[in-house]
């Protein structure tokens, strides 16, 4: 009997080897591939992030273009209107103003939509990475 208790000790502790030797390897490629999938879940994310981004940078763009069409349209009305001479009675100011300079402050405002952009975008990337 003695002999017959320690066969079975000693196929229960094959079994249990055996066990543990196939669900070792399986536990640990259970583990990479959780691994994998979250950073493929963060690697996504972020490019989800800058594609929202540009996106939004692209719509300002738009805007921004929308405008400066805007205004170029009515600048050109307004030079036909000069020249069929439909508005003499404006004429001094917008000589001043366009002419001499004083019509400026078009141009720094544009810049100052673009630095408020590149704002934005110096914020979200400090948000992104915030060793930064």
Known sequence: MFTGL????????????A???????????LERE???????????EAH?????????????AERIARSERAEAE?????????EDGLADEDLDVEHDRLVRGEDAGADRRFT?????VAAEEAEAGR?????V
């Open 34 to 44: 959780r691994a994998v999938a979250r950073r493929r879940r963060e690697v996504a």
């Open 74 to 82: 009515l600048h050109r009305s307004r030079a036909e209107l000069h």
């Open 112 to 116: 100052r939509e673009d630095e408020a």
């Open 19 to 29: 066990t543990i030797a196939f669900l070792v390897p399986r536990s640990r490629a």
């Open 6 to 17: 320690i066969i079975v000790i000693v196929v229960v502790a094959l079994a249990l080897l």
């Open 48 to 60: 989800r992030e800058v594609a929202d981004d540009r996106v939004r940078r692209a719509e300002q």
């Open 127 to 131: 948000r992104r990475d915030p060793g």
